[in-house]
């Protein structure tokens, strides 16, 4: 068997034990989402706890519920006995990984947890084993078979560990009524966040940076201002201060290739686009993001609340605040 098929049958194998794991997703599931979004809910923590490649894979799960509002952190078994048991509390969850259920170390701690009154929820891949016996919930991911030749090595086991884990705190995200604005606001650091976290004022050009004309100005004036402002656009606005149009130096591009020699001398009013796609102020860059690809322009007009331009949007600002 060559690397490529032996890499298949490794998959294969893994596949295999996943599929057998969604056809035994029963209650006891349900029953350990409901049992951590009510210590959520409470204000209490998850902590959780395994040895070796399950602590691992918890470590993984630990961050996975961090990140989508869940407080949860990673318990040391032999810290655990020496100190670190402060760190759960009456009414925290505890999820304990163990394929065997039988793990030393973690067997030697069920007994300080359950004096402290947690909810002990166990992934392990024999139920009636030790671990399985003294949890409140019971989480199966047992394997027929590792993806190991040699039937030995966790492969197959820690995957539906890790998967199991991730559905938990996938339902969990959706009973709590996680949304993306709440997972924006626990990754202000990412694309991600500045995207659903800033506003369209927040990244527009004004000042200086933003020119607006009337509509009888002529086309050569503009394109002075146009160009001492370093834009590719102004907007054009009415004796009101509405928003009357845009002109790019797209606009002036193809007026000029038309052959008209006068288009220096015309008002820029009659070669504006009028009603052009623009957004309010306090709309999130995401939204903005999604009408310029939509509407394939590169520039878009800020208004406010009575309609009024304040400031432009070039794509090449979503650029600068990595938001594309």
């Known amino acids: 068997m060559d690397p490529l098929e032996k890499a298949r049958r490794v998959i294969s194998l893994e596949i295999e034990e996943l599929n057998r794991l969604v056809e035994r997703i029963d209650d006891s599931f349900a029953l350990a989402v409901d049992t951590l979004q009510q210590t959520i ?59 065997s259920g039988e793990t030393e170390e973690l067997l030697a701690l069920i007994p300080h947890l359950k004096r402290r009154q947690v909810q002990l929820i166990a992934i ?35 995957t539906n560990t890790l998967v199991i884990g991730d559905a938990l705190a996938m339902v969990l995200l959706e009973s709590r009524g996680f949304t993306k604005e709440h997972f924006a606001e626990l990754h202000p650091g990412g694309s991600l966040g500045r995207a659903l976290l800033l506003r369209a004022e927040d990244i527009m050009r004004k000042g200086s940076d933003f020119v607006t004309v009337t509509p009888g100005e002529l086309v050569i004036d503009v394109i002075a201002k146009m160009t001492g402002a370093r834009a590719g656009a102004v907007v054009v606005i009415d004796e009101a201060g509405k928003l009357a149009g845009v002109f790019t130096q797209g606009d002036f591009a193809r007026a000029f290739q038309s052959g008209n020699p006068e288009i220096g001398k015309q008002p820029v009013g009659d070669l504006m686009t009028r009603n052009p796609i623009h957004v309010a102020s306090d709309r999130l860059v995401g939204e903005v993001l999604r009408m310029l690809e939509e509407s394939r322009i590169d520039d878009l007009v800020v208004v406010d609340a009575e309609g009024c331009p304040i400031g432009m949007i070039d794509t090449q600002d979503l650029t600068r605040v990595s938001v594309v």
């Open 124 to 158: 392990t891949g024999k139920p009636e084993s030790t671990l399985g016996r003294a949890a409140d919930c019971v989480l199966d991911i047992n394997v027929q078979r590792e993806a190991c030749p040699l039937n030995l090595a966790p492969t197959s086991s820690t």
């Open 41 to 99: 809910e409470s204000g209490a923590r998850i902590a959780i706890v395994g040895v070796g490649k399950s602590g691992n894979v918890g470590s993984k799960l630990a961050a996975t519920f961090n990140s989508t509002g869940a407080p949860a952190s990673v318990l040391n078994c032999q810290d655990a006995i020496h100190g670190d048991l402060g760190l759960v509390n009456a009414g925290d969850s505890v999820i304990a990984l163990s394929y």
